[in-house]
C-alpha cells in the first residue's frame, strides 16, 4: 500500500528505482553495470559449453612417463604441476580477473583418471538436446588414440563399480540410492579466511616445518606423511608457478596494447598475478584473485562436486574493503566491477560432463558454488557488511546461472539486509536462497564441531553445511525414501523391473496393521542403508590411496599439521553425509495406507496395492479420494507430520553415527537439489496418488501441491521435525507474484522467513511462480494445488478457476512480473 | 449447541491484505447486506450451502448413491441438485472423492478456534499481525464475536473486525471495546443507489461509522471501487467529505479496485453474478479517487 504522495499503481520496480542500481542501459550486450561488465557477461552467457581434452593429453602423457616412479600423493602433484607449466592461458579483452581452467571460457576438461568418456560418451554429449557439451571430431578422434587406450580399466570409476557388491549394484541400478564418486571426487568443499592472511609461501614454510618434525623411528605414518607434505608442497609451486604465468603474459599483452586504459590494466593485473598466490593479499583485487587461483587449482588438480566455494566471500573481503575505501585507494564502483569480474569468472565454468546415471541424477550445467552472505562471524557478531549489499546487487543485475548465493539470516542480522535480499527473490531468478545460521551452528556443534568452527560455517552446494575450510564433509549419494518404501510393498522386488533390488521384508499381504507395515519399512530402510554405506567407506579409502589432493589439502586446516590428504582424514573435521530425498511422497503414501486402508478401511490393502501397481488406471475414484481425503505433510496436521516425524527419526536412527573409515562418521541430510526428478523416473506409482514416473517430493518440501493451507501451515509441518539432528533440511515454496507486490509485501516474506527462523527452520527458498509455471498448471493440475492466488477481499486456488479466470492470472502474472 | 454457533466458511492464513502485518482472518457465514458484486457469494446465507464445481467432478454418481434425500441427480452437465429435496446435510460432500462437492460452512467452537489461532502466534509476533474476523458480517455473530475478541485480548493479540456497519450500534461499540481495528467499508454515499445495489439503506452504516469514530475507534475506510458505479467524483466528494469531519482519530481510506474474478464462484452455488453495470477501474480512476481524498487531508492508498 503506497501513500497518497508516491502513487504508482504500477508495481514493477525499474532495477534502477532504488539502492545504487544502474539504469538500463539502452544497449544491446545486456545487463551489466557498464560496457566491460555487459559485454564481459554476454560472452560468458553466450558462449556454447565445450569440451577441451588439453588437461587429458597432460596427463596420460604425464602418467605414460611417469606412473611407478613416485608416491602416489606426489605424482598426483607433480602432474598437477605439468599441466599448470604447459596449460594454454587465456586473458581475455575487458577482463580483471584472469585465468580459466580450460583454454578458453566455458571450455570444460575431463579427468580420465576418475571417468574416461568413451567415444560414444562424446558424440552424446556432443548432440544431447540438454546440457551439451561441444567437441570436434579431430579431438574424439585424438582422445581415442591418445587418451582412452591408456586408462582402460585403470580409472576410478572402474575400481568402484567393478568391485562393489551385487546387492549394491542391484539397489543402486533400480534407483534407491545414486553414488556421487562414481563419476567425480568426493567435494562439497568450502573455504575458510586463512588464504587472506597466508599466501602460498606462507604454506610452504608450514610444510617445511611439519616435515622437519617427522618422527621416522618412533611414527609408522612418517613417511606416509612425508610423501604427502611433499606432495602439498609441489602443489602450492604449481599454483605459484600458474600465476606468475599469467603474470607474464599480462605484461607481453600491454606490450602490444594500444589503448592506454587497457596496459594500466594489464600491469596493474600482472602485479596482482605476482603478488597472488604466493603472498596474502593486499588489496580487494588481489583478494579476489587470490581465491580465484586457489578454486582453479583445486578444481583443476581433481573434479570434486561442487566444484569449490569461498565460504562467507563477503565477510573475507570486507576488511579489505574497508581498509582501501578508507584510503581512498578503491571505489564502491570498482569493487562492484571487480565483483561482476569475478561473478562471470564463475559463470564461465560449467559443470564437467556427467554420464549415466549421474548425469540423470544431476543433469545442469550448474556446479554449485554457492556465495555465502551475510550470517554472523566466528564470533557470533552481524557479519553483514557493504560487501554483502555490493552482492545482492551484483546478483541483481547480472542474473547468471552461476555462482549460486545464498543469503544467511541470524536474529543479529539488520531487517535491512532480510529487506534487500528479499527484494532480490522477488525477481524470481530463484536465488538467493536463504540460510538459518542460528540453526545450522547448531546443527554443526551437535556433530562435533567447536563454537567457533560452527560460527564459520555455512552451506556449499545445495544446503548442507560444514566447517568452512576445516573439513572434507562428503555427500556420498541420495538415497529414494520412497522407493525404499516401494520395496516394502513389493517385498523387495523392483516394480518397474521385475528384479530383486531391496531385501525381503516380507509379504505386504501379510500385514495385519499400520504397525506391521511400517516396521518392514524400517527394516528395508537399514538394508539399503547398510549396502549404501558399506560400499561408501570403500570408496572413501579408494580416493585416499589413488587420487588424494594434496593442493586442496593445503589449504583445508589441519591437512598439514596431520600429514594427512583431505580424503584420509586429514582435515579437522571428516563428516559422510546421505542425502535423503523424498520426505513428503513417503510421508504422504504412508498416511493413505494409514487412514484409509488400517484405519477408516475405505480401501483393502490388495486393492489400494493393485491400483498403485496398475498405475491407478481405472481407479479414478479411490485415487481421488486418497488425493482430496488424505491428510498431507504440509499443513500443520499431527496425523501427516507425526508420520514424517516418524521417518525422520527412522532416517536418522538408520544413518546418524555410523562409523565412516576416517574414524568419524555419517551424518543425516535432507536434501534433493534435482535428484527427485530422476527418483521420480525410476518409480512406479505411490500410495499417495503419485502417477509413475512423476517427480517425488524435494527435500524436506510437501509433495507437489499437497500443501493447500498456505505457507504458514507448511512452516507449522516443517519444523515439527528437530532441523539440529540433520546437515540440512530444503523448503521450496512457490509464490506467486501478486503476493509480493508491495513493500509490505516484501516486509511479509522477510517475517514469514524470520517465523520459520525464529522456530526452527534451516532454509527455505522462494520459487517466484512465472507464466510457463501457471501455464504447466493447467496442463497438470494436480500438481499445483497450492498455487493461490490472492487479492483484496478475495481468494482462489488457481485449480478452482476456470479457464478464461486463469488466462486472466497468467496475463496478470507477466505483468506483475519483475 | 450449534444454534448459538456461528458458521465459519474459510480460515484463511499467510492473511497479508486485512491488517497489519501476517495475519489469520476468520470468515463469518452471513450478511445483511447482498451487495451485487461480492466476492463472496457463498458468505452472504447464514445457512450451510453446496457448492458445486463442474469441473473437478469424475462423475462417480457416489453422491447420488448417498443422498438420503434423492437430491443428487446425475446429468449431462453433471450433478445437478434438487433445490426442494436437499437438507444440506452433506453426505454428498462426505462420498465425494475429488472436492467437486463441497458444503460451505462449519460449526467451530471458541476454543477450536483460539487452537487454529494459537498456531499462527510465532507469525504474529515476527509481522505485528493478529487475528481479522470477517465474513460476511461479522456483527451478526455479536457474542460470539465477543467471546473470540476477548479470548484473543487476553492473548494479547492484534484483533481487526471487518465489518460492513451494518448492524445494532450498541454492539459495535461494545466491540470497539475489544478490537484494535476496524476495517469498515464504504460503498455508496447516496441511499438510493446504496439501496439498489446492496440491498440496504447506508443510514445506519453511516451513523455507526460516526459512533465508532466518536468512540475513538482506529479505522481504515476500505472502498471497493467499481467502475461505473461508484467511481464517480460526486460519490468520492461525498465520502471524503463525510470522512472528514469524523470525530476522532482521522482514519485512512483504502481503495479496493473491483476485479472480475469472483464470477468463478457463483456457478458454484448455482447463481449467476450479474456485473453488467460494473467494471475494473482504471489507473486514472484510481489516481482520481485517492487524489480527492488528499484534497480533504485524509490519506488514501490503493491495495490488493
Same mark, same amino acid.
Given at each position: *500500500?503506497?501513500?497518497?504522495e508516491r502513487?504508482?499503481?504500477?508495481?514493477?520496480r525499474k532495477?534502477?528505482?532504488?539502492?545504487?542500481?544502474?539504469?538500463?542501459?539502452?544497449?544491446?550486450l545486456g545487463?551489466?553495470?557498464?560496457p566491460?561488465i555487459?559485454?564481459?557477461?554476454?560472452l560468458?552467457?553466450?558462449?556454447?559449453p565445450?569440451?577441451?581434452?588439453?588437461?587429458?593429453?597432460?596427463?596420460?602423457?604425464f602418467y605414460?612417463e611417469?606412473?611407478?616412479?613416485?608416491?602416489i600423493?606426489?605424482?598426483?602433484?607433480?602432474?598437477f604441476?605439468?599441466h599448470c607449466?604447459?596449460?594454454?592461458?587465456y586473458?581475455?579483452?575487458?577482463?580483471?580477473?584472469?585465468?580459466?581452467?580450460?583454454?578458453?571460457?566455458?571450455?570444460?576438461?575431463?579427468?580420465?583418471?576418475?571417468?574416461?568418456?568413451s567415444?560414444?560418451d562424446?558424440?552424446?554429449?556432443?548432440?544431447?538436446d540438454?546440457?551439451?557439451?561441444?567437441?570436434s571430431?579431430?579431438?574424439?578422434e585424438?582422445?581415442?588414440?591418445e587418451v582412452?587406450p591408456y586408462?582402460? &580399466? #585403470?580409472?576410478?570409476?572402474?575400481?568402484?563399480?567393478?568391485?562393489?557388491p551385487?546387492e549394491?549394484?542391484?539397489?543402486?541400478e533400480a534407483?534407491?540410492?545414486?553414488?556421487?564418486m562414481?563419476q567425480r571426487?568426493?567435494?562439497?568443499?568450502a573455504?575458510?579466511g586463512?588464504i587472506?592472511?597466508k599466501?602460498?609461501?606462507?604454506?610452504k614454510?608450514?610444510?617445511?616445518?611439519?616435515i622437519?618434525?617427522?618422527?621416522?623411528?618412533?611414527?609408522p605414518?612418517?613417511?606416509?606423511?612425508f610423501?604427502e607434505?611433499k606432495?602439498?608442497d609441489?602443489?602450492?609451486?604449481?599454483?605459484i608457478?600458474?600465476?606468475?604465468?599469467h603474470?607474464?603474459l599480462a605484461e607481453?599483452?600491454a606490450?602490444?596494447?594500444t589503448?592506454?586504459?587497457?596496459?594500466v590494466?594489464?600491469?596493474r593485473i600482472?602485479?596482482?598475478c605476482r603478488?597472488?598466490?604466493?603472498?596474502k593479499?593486499?588489496t580487494?583485487?588481489e583478494?579476489?584473485?587470490?581465491?580465484?587461483?586457489?578454486?582453479?587449482?583445486?578444481i583443476?588438480e581433481?573434479?570434486g562436486?561442487?566444484a569449490?566455494?569461498p565460504?562467507?566471500?563477503?565477510?573475507?573481503?570486507t576488511p579489505?574493503?574497508?581498509?582501501?575505501i578508507?584510503?581512498?585507494s578503491l571505489s564502491?564502483?570498482?569493487? #562492484?566491477e571487480l565483483?561482476?569480474c569475478f561473478?562471470?569468472?564463475?559463470?564461465?565454468?560449467?559443470?564437467?560432463?556427467?554420464?549415466g546415471?549421474?548425469?540423470?541424477?544431476?543433469?545442469?550445467?550448474?556446479?554449485f558454488?554457492?556465495?555465502?552472505?551475510?550470517?554472523i562471524?566466528?564470533?557470533?557478531?552481524?557479519?553483514v557488511?557493504?560487501v554483502?549489499?555490493?552482492?545482492l546487487?551484483?546478483?541483481?543485475e547480472?542474473?547468471?546461472?552461476?555462482?549460486g548465493?545464498?543469503?544467511?539470516?541470524s536474529?543479529?542480522?539488520?531487517?535491512?539486509?532480510?529487506?534487500?535480499a528479499?527484494?532480490?527473490?522477488?525477481?524470481?531468478h530463484?536465488?538467493?536462497?536463504?540460510f538459518n545460521?542460528?540453526?545450522?551452528?547448531?546443527?554443526l556443534?551437535r556433530q562435533?564441531?567447536s563454537?567457533r568452527?560452527?560460527?564459520e &560455517?555455512?552451506?556449499?552446494g545445495c544446503?548442507?553445511? &560444514?566447517?568452512?575450510?576445516?573439513?572434507?564433509?562428503?555427500?556420498?549419494?541420495?538415497l529414494n525414501?520412497?522407493?525404499?518404501?516401494?520395496?516394502?510393498?513389493?517385498?523387495?522386488i523392483?516394480?518397474?523391473?521385475?528384479k530383486q533390488a531391496?531385501m525381503?521384508?516380507g509379504d505386504?499381504?501379510?500385514?495385519?496393521?499400520y504397525?506391521e507395515?511400517?516396521?518392514?519399512f524400517?527394516r528395508?530402510l537399514?538394508?539399503?542403508?547398510?549396502?549404501?554405506?558399506r560400499?561408501s567407506?570403500?570408496?572413501d579409502r579408494?580416493?585416499a590411496?589413488?587420487?588424494p589432493a594434496?593442493?586442496?589439502s593445503?589449504?583445508i586446516?589441519?591437512?598439514?599439521s596431520?600429514?594427512?590428504?583431505?580424503?584420509?582424514g586429514?582435515?579437522r573435521y571428516n563428516?559422510?553425509y546421505?542425502?535423503?530425498?523424498?520426505?513428503?511422497t513417503?510421508?504422504?503414501?504412508l498416511?493413505?495406507?494409514?487412514?484409509?486402508?488400517?484405519?477408516?478401511?475405505?480401501f483393502?490393502?490388495?486393492?489400494?496395492?493393485?491400483?498403485v501397481?496398475?498405475n491407478?488406471?481405472?481407479?479414478?475414484?479411490?485415487r481421488q479420494t486418497?488425493?482430496?481425503?488424505?491428510?498431507?505433510?504440509g499443513n500443520?496436521d499431527?496425523?501427516?507430520?507425526?508420520i514424517?516425524?516418524?521417518?525422520?527419526a527412522?532416517l536418522?536412527?538408520?544413518i546418524?553415527?555410523?562409523?565412516?573409515?576416517?574414524?568419524e562418521?555419517?551424518?543425516?541430510? *535432507?536434501?534433493?537439489t534435482t535428484?527427485?526428478?530422476?527418483?521420480g523416473?525410476?518409480?512406479?506409482a505411490?500410495?499417495?496418488g503419485?502417477f509413475?514416473?512423476?517427480?517425488i517430493?524435494d527435500?524436506?518440501?510437501p509433495?507437489?501441491g499437497?500443501?493447500?493451507?498456505?505457507?504458514?501451515a507448511?512452516i507449522?509441518?516443517?519444523?515439527k521435525?528437530?532441523?539440529?539432528m540433520?546437515?540440512?533440511?530444503l523448503?521450496n515454496?512457490?509464490f506467486?507474484?501478486?503476493?509480493?507486490?508491495?513493500?509490505?509485501d516484501?516486509?511479509r516474506?522477510?517475517?514469514?522467513?524470520?517465523s520459520y527462523?525464529?522456530?526452527?527452520?534451516?532454509?527455505?527458498?522462494?520459487n517466484?511462480?512465472?507464466t510457463?509455471?501457471?501455464?504447466a498448471a493447467q496442463?497438470?493440475p494436480?500438481?499445483?494445488?497450492?498455487?493461490?492466488v490472492?487479492?483484496?477481499?478475495?481468494?482462489d486456488?488457481?485449480?478452482?478457476?476456470?479457464?478464461?479466470?486463469?488466462q486472466?492470472?497468467?496475463?496478470?502474472?507477466e505483468?506483475?512480473?519483475? | 449447541?450449534?444454534e448459538?454457533?456461528p458458521?465459519i466458511?474459510?480460515i484463511k492464513?499467510y492473511?497479508i491484505?486485512?491488517?497489519?502485518g501476517?495475519?489469520l482472518?476468520?470468515f463469518?457465514k452471513?450478511?445483511?447486506?447482498?451487495?451485487?458484486?461480492?466476492h463472496?457469494?457463498?458468505s452472504l446465507?447464514m445457512?450451510?450451502q453446496?457448492?458445486?464445481t463442474?469441473s473437478?467432478?469424475?462423475?462417480?454418481?457416489?453422491?447420488?448413491?448417498?443422498?438420503?434425500?434423492?437430491?443428487?441427480?446425475?446429468s449431462?452437465g453433471?450433478?445437478v441438485t434438487?433445490a426442494?429435496?436437499?437438507?444440506?446435510?452433506?453426505?454428498?460432500?462426505?462420498?465425494c472423492p475429488s472436492l467437486?462437492?463441497e458444503?460451505?460452512?462449519?460449526?467451530?467452537?471458541?476454543?477450536?478456534?483460539?487452537?487454529?489461532?494459537?498456531?499462527?502466534i510465532?507469525?504474529f509476533d515476527?509481522s505485528?499481525g493478529?487475528?481479522?474476523?470477517?465474513?460476511g458480517?461479522?456483527?451478526?455473530?455479536?457474542?460470539?464475536l465477543?467471546?473470540?475478541?476477548?479470548?484473543c485480548g487476553?492473548r494479547?493479540?492484534?484483533?481487526?473486525?471487518?465489518?460492513?456497519?451494518?448492524?445494532?450500534?450498541?454492539?459495535?461499540?461494545?466491540i470497539a471495546?475489544?478490537?484494535?481495528l476496524f476495517?469498515?467499508d464504504l460503498?455508496?454515499?447516496d441511499?438510493?443507489?446504496h439501496r439498489?445495489?446492496?440491498?440496504?439503506d447506508?443510514s445506519l452504516i453511516l451513523?455507526?461509522?460516526k459512533?465508532?469514530?466518536?468512540?475513538?475507534?482506529?479505522?481504515?475506510?476500505?472502498v471497493?471501487?467499481?467502475?461505473?458505479?461508484?467511481d464517480d467524483?460526486q460519490?468520492?466528494e461525498?465520502?471524503?467529505?463525510f470522512?472528514?469531519?469524523?470525530p476522532?482519530?482521522?482514519?485512512?481510506?483504502?481503495f479496493?479496485?473491483?476485479?472480475?474474478?469472483?464470477?468463478?464462484?457463483?456457478?458454484?452455488?448455482?447463481?449467476?453474478y450479474d456485473?453488467?453495470?460494473?467494471a475494473?477501474?482504471?489507473?486514472k480512476?484510481?489516481?482520481?479517487a485517492?487524489?480527492?481524498?488528499?484534497?480533504?487531508?485524509?490519506?488514501?492508498s490503493v491495495g490488493g
Open positions: *500500500m503506497e501513500t497518497t502513487l504508482k499503481i504500477d508495481p514493477q532495477a534502477a528505482a532504488e539502492g545504487n542500481f544502474y539504469p538500463e542501459l539502452n544497449s544491446s545487463p551489466g553495470m557498464n566491460r555487459q559485454r564481459l557477461r554476454k560468458s552467457v553466450e558462449t556454447e565445450s569440451l577441451s581434452i588439453e588437461r587429458a593429453l597432460h596427463e596420460t602423457a605414460r611417469n606412473y611407478g616412479k613416485y608416491s600423493p606426489v605424482l598426483r602433484a607433480l602432474n604441476l605439468d607449466q604447459k596449460k594454454t592461458l586473458i581475455g579483452a575487458d577482463e580483471l580477473i584472469v585465468a580459466e581452467r580450460g583454454p578458453r571460457p566455458k571450455a570444460v576438461p575431463t579427468f580420465p583418471e576418475l571417468t574416461c568418456h567415444v560414444e562424446f558424440h552424446v554429449l556432443n548432440t544431447r540438454q546440457q551439451r557439451y561441444t567437441i571430431a579431430e579431438d574424439i585424438t582422445y581415442a588414440r582412452i586408462w582402460q &580399466g #585403470k580409472t576410478m570409476r572402474e575400481r568402484i563399480l567393478n568391485h562393489v551385487q549394491w549394484q542391484a539397489a543402486y534407483g534407491l540410492f545414486t553414488e556421487f562414481e571426487a568426493p567435494g562439497h568443499t573455504l575458510d586463512q587472506y592472511r599466501g602460498m609461501l606462507d604454506f614454510a608450514q610444510i617445511t616445518t611439519e622437519a618434525a617427522l618422527d621416522y623411528l618412533n611414527d605414518e612418517a613417511t606416509d606423511k610423501e607434505l606432495a602439498m609441489i602443489s602450492c609451486d604449481a599454483v608457478l600458474f600465476a606468475e604465468r603474470a607474464d607481453e599483452m606490450a602490444k596494447e589503448d592506454p586504459q587497457r596496459v590494466e594489464l600491469e600482472a602485479a596482482v603478488r597472488v598466490p604466493a603472498h593479499p593486499e580487494f583485487h583478494a579476489i584473485q587470490m581465491y580465484w587461483f586457489v578454486h582453479l587449482g583445486t583443476t581433481l573434479n562436486w561442487d569449490m566455494n565460504g562467507h566471500f563477503d565477510q573475507h573481503l579489505f574493503y574497508a581498509k582501501e578508507a584510503a581512498g564502491r564502483e570498482q569493487a #562492484k565483483l561482476c561473478w562471470i569468472k564463475v559463470n564461465n565454468h560449467p559443470a564437467p560432463p556427467k554420464v546415471i549421474t548425469a540423470r541424477e544431476s543433469g545442469t550445467y550448474n556446479d558454488t554457492n556465495i555465502n552472505i551475510g550470517g562471524t566466528g564470533e557470533g557478531r552481524n557479519g557488511s557493504e554483502s549489499y555490493l552482492m546487487e551484483v546478483i541483481e547480472l542474473h547468471v546461472l552461476q555462482p548465493s545464498s543469503v544467511h539470516i536474529s543479529k542480522t539488520p531487517e535491512r539486509f532480510l529487506n534487500a528479499c527484494k532480490v527473490i522477488r525477481q524470481g530463484g536465488y538467493p536462497s536463504i545460521p542460528d540453526v545450522y551452528t547448531v546443527e556443534m562435533g564441531k563454537l568452527d560452527a560460527r &560455517g555455512g552451506c556449499s544446503i548442507e553445511v &560444514g566447517a568452512f575450510g576445516k573439513e572434507a564433509y562428503v555427500l556420498t549419494g541420495y525414501v520412497p522407493k525404499v518404501l516401494e520395496m516394502t510393498l513389493n517385498n523387495g523392483d516394480p518397474v523391473t521385475g531391496g525381503a521384508s505386504p499381504l501379510g500385514f495385519k496393521n504397525t507395515l511400517y516396521a518392514a524400517r528395508q537399514n538394508y539399503i542403508v547398510e549396502t549404501k554405506v560400499v567407506n570403500y570408496i579408494m580416493f590411496k589413488y587420487a594434496p593442493f586442496l593445503v589449504v586446516e589441519d591437512c598439514i596431520k600429514g594427512k590428504d583431505y580424503y584420509d586429514g582435515p563428516t559422510n546421505i542425502q535423503c530425498t523424498g520426505l513428503g513417503t510421508t504422504d503414501s498416511a493413505a495406507l494409514k487412514k484409509h486402508v488400517f484405519e477408516d478401511q475405505t483393502g490393502l490388495d486393492q489400494l496395492l493393485a491400483a501397481a496398475n491407478f488406471e481405472g481407479e479414478e475414484f479411490l486418497i488425493l482430496n481425503k488424505t491428510p498431507f505433510f500443520d499431527d496425523f501427516a507430520d507425526e514424517a516425524l516418524q521417518v525422520y527412522d536418522l536412527e538408520a546418524d553415527g555410523k562409523p565412516n573409515v576416517k574414524g562418521s555419517f551424518h543425516l541430510n *535432507m536434501l534433493s535428484c527427485h526428478i530422476y527418483f523416473k525410476v518409480m512406479g505411490t500410495p499417495n503419485r509413475a514416473g512423476k517427480s517430493s527435500g524436506t518440501s509433495s507437489h499437497a500443501d493447500t493451507h498456505g505457507p504458514s507448511v507449522r509441518s516443517l519444523t521435525l528437530d532441523h539440529t540433520s546437515g540440512g533440511t523448503l515454496q512457490r506467486l507474484p501478486s503476493l509480493l507486490k508491495r513493500d509490505e516484501i516486509a516474506l522477510g517475517q514469514l522467513v524470520r527462523f525464529t522456530l526452527g527452520g534451516h532454509h527455505i527458498q522462494f517466484i511462480i512465472d510457463a509455471t501457471l501455464k496442463e497438470s494436480e500438481d499445483y494445488r497450492d498455487l493461490l490472492r487479492m483484496a477481499g478475495y481468494s486456488y488457481f485449480n478452482d478457476m476456470n479457464a478464461d479466470l486463469q486472466e492470472v497468467i496475463e496478470r502474472t505483468n506483475e512480473a519483475f | 449447541m450449534s448459538s454457533l458458521l466458511f474459510d492464513r492473511s491484505n486485512d491488517g497489519p501476517i495475519r482472518t476468520i463469518f452471513g450478511c445483511p447486506l447482498n451487495c451485487r458484486w461480492c463472496n457469494p457463498e446465507s445457512r450451510t453446496k457448492l458445486y463442474r473437478k467432478c469424475i462423475v462417480c454418481g457416489e453422491c447420488v448413491k448417498a443422498c438420503p434425500n434423492q437430491a443428487c441427480l446425475l449431462k453433471g450433478i434438487d426442494e429435496r436437499c437438507q444440506t446435510c452433506g453426505t454428498c460432500a462426505k462420498v467437486a462437492t458444503m460451505s460452512g462449519r460449526f467451530y467452537s471458541v476454543a477450536e478456534l483460539m487452537g487454529i489461532i494459537e498456531n499462527e510465532p507469525f515476527q505485528g493478529g487475528v481479522t474476523f470477517s465474513g458480517e461479522p456483527l451478526m455473530h455479536t457474542p460470539f465477543l467471546e473470540l475478541l476477548k479470548a487476553e494479547q493479540l492484534h484483533r481487526a473486525v471487518d465489518t460492513s456497519g451494518y448492524g445494532k450500534t450498541a454492539d459495535l461499540v461494545a471495546e475489544q478490537t484494535d476495517l469498515f460503498k455508496l454515499m441511499a438510493e443507489l439498489k445495489f446492496t440491498g440496504v447506508n451513523d455507526n461509522l459512533a465508532l469514530a466518536t468512540a475513538g475507534a482506529q479505522i481504515e475506510i476500505r471497493p471501487l467499481i467502475a461505473g458505479l461508484n467524483r460519490n468520492l461525498q465520502m471524503a467529505t470522512v472528514a469531519q469524523l476522532g482519530p482521522r482514519p485512512t481510506l483504502s479496493l479496485p473491483f476485479h472480475n474474478v469472483a464470477e468463478n464462484k457463483y456457478p458454484k452455488l448455482g447463481q449467476i456485473i453488467s453495470e460494473m475494473v477501474p482504471g489507473t480512476r484510481l489516481q482520481q485517492v487524489d480527492i481524498c488528499a484534497a480533504h487531508g485524509l490519506i488514501a
